[in-house]
């Protein structure tokens, strides 16, 4: 046998073994859940067989146990990256169950909140992705914007990720006085360095050959499969949950749904990408048609100083009256605490929760001030009390980060839900990997992989 | 002179320790939403690097401290006690979040009850997830863990150590 | 865009025997069907110029096992909670019927179709004995796993399924968690203690 056909006949058995390899779960580029095992021939992925469920927590189930109002720390932690989109479609589910009406400024910070979210998501998705690339730049600089931005939900709700804002009926708390101009700087900033990685990413050699034609999907398939989001406008079908069935205040919005042509990892950072331009200007809009604002109190007395605000009483003021028994001067004011107990620029809450009171949790004002929001407060938090909405099933859907986030709740009359069920985005975009790997190679796992953004809470539960 | 006959094994013990706790190669083995501030505290802002921990390595067998960032199913366990099997000694592990810590709020059929149950633990950080600072916090009592063990001081138990609580020797 | 009444007209006619009930409790179109007649329907549904429902946005199952006969409660005063009516300005003309008498699983499917722009909620009644419906597998791509799901969390077997088995829990995992009967921290550690 010479030598040629002796390579040949190797180069052809090494062609024809199909070689199984394994990815993950605890592989770097499998964001810590995932496991794939590939086929390969040679280079070429012959055949995908994905393996979910590292992370499944049983969200379903403890939504089963706690109270309406207890559900919203779980789905936090669903989509982990963009908790207020889930925390404002879970509320949305039960308000509609309920058939209750939130006020617009409700509405318009939860919209303003969401799509703060929805950028950082997509910072995330990118920088992570290019980082798995090789752009470890890019990496940190979205991290730093993601952070700018962060500060904001921060300044806003508390806390930095795990937020739990919204209520049922409304959210925890007004926004904080200088929020607006806050919000206008980190916007600029946020810009800045959108545009820096955009010159750092979007004509790089590196980063767009590989970027470019792996992951195809066709219209047809992402459709039979159920993908939504970024992911399905970059094969160029148009479908937005805020576009196409509009909730809260996105149909007064002005914005754009960005559309690939290909279908192609490409296509998806595009989509990415301009969805952040997106989302800025609907937060930008939000701060211009917000209405209602913090009521001003006089410093001094602690009394607010608008007129429309006549039926507000100093808490002081309003014990004293009710010891001596003058009910009729107490009955149908508000409380409102010395300005010195902090909370006062938050006397709002009829603007920013629903106002009923078999729902909504009365401000803090009230429940320390008078008898009736004490026991309001205790009507709602005290275990084996709550909300209890009436018998009936609804889906409501809204836009998350990675596609339509729907929640399905069935509830009994009793303060449990008893089914809550979330319609997780990137289940159905894992669920077509193999159709998106196959056939390219083993190195296009990662960009594809990438622009799935898989995460892992909201795909196991 | 110099102290009497262990002088120089003390001291030398001393800077290995020295040596070890700012050089810490750490496997983040990531699952979940503390991965998020995890991510924050390695990147510029917080930057983990000052506490001579940038370096994250994504090979076990390169590593020191594991890292468990996040919630541990009971389908991910076993995959858990692997990685930490294929360590090699020295090695520590940093509970990272309360779910590591305890199981957190996740009282269920499919959840850890603390990672502890498996492994054994050197530093705690609850939180849910912990800010970046109590993150870098707990490094430090690693960091302080790792000298300890080094200078021959009887060291504290380990549920003296978790982040955000001082402790003396 | 038709409404819901249409919708349901149109179902009706071609499904007489199908049909078990519909209603449009706050607004969301829901037909509930005799199992036998699934893909029939999901076919119909899905090529039919009325509906072209493109999207299976969803599919997942209700255990109405403990419906409406909530166990003892923990608390002393456990049935003292404000029970929320809703506001007279939300026609509330159609109310919830319930769930289906006498079965005790529901698989629920959500459709949405991209051109017309309906929603429409599909449930099929399951015995408990013998839960099992035919796959959708064939008509949508995303039935795959949503139905391995199903299986895994409720135990329902999807007939025609090409690879049912379980996606969330591990092999090893006995039982279904999602089922009401099922403690919700009856843990099945691979490793380590029961905890």
């Not at chain 1, 919203?72 to 009406?101: C, H």
């Not at chain 1, 709740?409 to 998106?436: K, M, Q, W």
Request: aromatic share 10%.
């Amino acid at each position: 046998m010479d030598t040629t056909t002796l390579t040949e006949s190797i180069e052809n058995q090494m062609i024809r073994k199909e070689m199984l390899l394994n990815v993950g779960p605890a592989h770097p580029a499998m964001h810590g859940i995932i496991r794939i095992v590939v086929g390969l021939e040679g280079e070429v992925v012959k055949s995908t067989e994905v393996e979910i469920g590292y992370l499944h927590r049983g969200f379903e189930k403890m939504s089963e146990t706690v109270a309406y109002n207890g559900v919203f720390p779980y789905t936090d932690r669903l989509n982990y990256v963009s908790p207020l989109i889930n925390n404002m479609g879970f509320a949305m589910a039960v308000e509609k169950l309920i058939g209750l009406q939130v006020p617009d400024r409700c509405h318009y910070i939860r919209v303003i909140m969401s799509e703060i979210s929805r950028v950082s998501d997509h910072l995330t998705c990118i920088g992570a992705s290019a980082m798995e690339l090789g752009a470890f730049t890019v990496f940190l600089y979205m991290i730093k914007a993601r952070e700018f931005l962060w500060e904001l939900v921060e300044m806003v709700t508390g806390a930095r990720l795990t937020v739990s804002y919204c209520r049922v009926g409304g959210v925890k708390a007004d926004l904080p006085a200088g929020f607006e101009e806050m919000t206008r700087r980190r916007i600029a900033e946020v810009r800045k360095v959108i545009a820096e990685c955009d010159k750092l990413l979007t004509r790089n050699r590196i980063f767009v050959d590989r970027m470019k034609g792996t992951g195809n999907i066709s219209q047809a398939e992402a459709v039979s499969y159920g993908i939504t989001g970024p992911f399905l406008r970059a094969t160029g079908v148009n479908y937005d949950v805020r576009k196409n069935c509009p909730y809260a205040v996105y149909d007064r919005l002005d914005f754009d749904v960005p559309l690939g042509t290909e279908g192609d990892n490409l296509d998806r950072y595009y989509c990415r990408m301009e969805e952040m331009e997106q989302s800025l200007r609907i937060v930008e809009q939000c701060l211009r048609d917000i209405p209602g604002g913090a009521v001003a109190v006089d410093p001094e007395t602690g009394r607010p100083m608008q007129t429309e605000d006549l039926h507000r009483m100093a808490a002081s003021e309003m014990v004293d009256e009710a010891k001596m028994g003058k009910i009729y001067k107490v009955s149908g004011k508000e409380a409102v605490v010395d300005p010195t107990l902090e909370g006062t620029d938050k006397k709002v809450w009829k603007r920013i929760s629903a106002g009923e009171k078999r729902v909504s949790l009365p401000p803090k004002e009230d429940t320390y001030g008078n008898i009736e929001g004490l026991m309001n407060h205790f009507k709602l938090v005290m275990f084996g009390h709550g909300i209890r909405p009436p018998r009936g099933e609804v889906y409501f859907p809204v836009e998350g980060a990675n596609g339509e986030l729907g929640f399905y709740v069935v509830s009994d009359g009793s303060e449990n839900a008893y089914r809550v069920r979330v319609r997780p985005p990137c289940f159905t975009i894992l669920a077509a990997l193999p159709l998106l790997l196959n056939g390219d190679q083993v190195a296009d796992i990662i960009p594809t992989f990438g622009s799935v953004n898989m995460i892992g809470g909201e795909l196991d539960r | 002179m110099f102290g009497g006959e262990n002088f120089v094994t003390s001291k030398l013990n001393a800077a290995i320790g020295w040596a070890r706790k700012y050089s810490i190669f750490q496997y983040p083995f990531v699952t979940a939403c503390c991965g998020m501030e995890y991510m924050a505290t390695a990147c510029s802002h917080y930057d983990v690097d000052r506490f001579g921990a940038g370096l994250p390595r994504f090979s076990p067998r390169q590593a020191d401290v594991l890292f468990v960032v996040g919630t541990i199913s009971h389908k991910m366990a076993p995959v858990l006690k692997t990685i930490y099997d294929q360590m090699t000694e020295p090695k520590w592990v940093v509970a990272f979040g309360v779910c590591t810590c305890t199981g957190g709020f996740y009282d269920n059929y499919a959840t850890v009850m603390g990672i502890d149950t498996i492994i054994p633990v050197d530093i705690y950080i609850p939180g849910c997830p912990p800010r970046p600072e109590y993150v870098l916090d707990g490094l430090m009592k690693l960091q302080e863990k790792i000298q300890l063990q080094h200078s021959g001081k009887p060291y504290p138990k380990a549920q003296m150590y978790h982040a955000g609580q001082s402790f003396s020797v | 865009m038709l409404d819901n009444p249409s919708l349901f007209d149109l179902l009706h006619q071609r499904f007489p025997a199908a049909i078990l009930s519909t209603h449009a409790h706050r607004g969301d179109a829901t037909v509930t069907i005799r199992s036998e007649y699934l893909l029939d329907v999901a076919r119909f549904l899905r090529d039919e110029p009325g509906f072209r429902m493109n999207f299976l946005m969803d599919l997942t199952a209700v255990d109405y096992l403990t419906f409406g006969q909530k166990p003892p409660g923990r608390a002393a005063h456990f049935n003292a909670g404000v029970a929320v009516r809703p506001p007279a300005f939300i026609q509330d003309q159609i109310p919830w019927p319930g769930p289906a008498t006498g079965a005790r699983f529901e698989v629920v499917y959500h459709f949405y179709s991209l051109e017309t722009g309906h929603r429409l909620r599909l449930k099929v009644p399951v015995e408990e004995d013998s839960p099992q419906v035919d796959s959708l597998t064939p008509v949508w791509a995303s039935a795959d796993w949503f139905e391995r799901e199903v299986w895994d969390m409720f135990g329902i077997r999807f007939k025609g399924h090409p690879n049912l088995k379980r996606i969330l829990m591990y092999e090893e995992f006995q039982g279904h968690p999602l089922r009401k009967d099922y403690p919700v921290n009856r843990r099945q550690p691979l490793i380590g203690p029961i905890n």
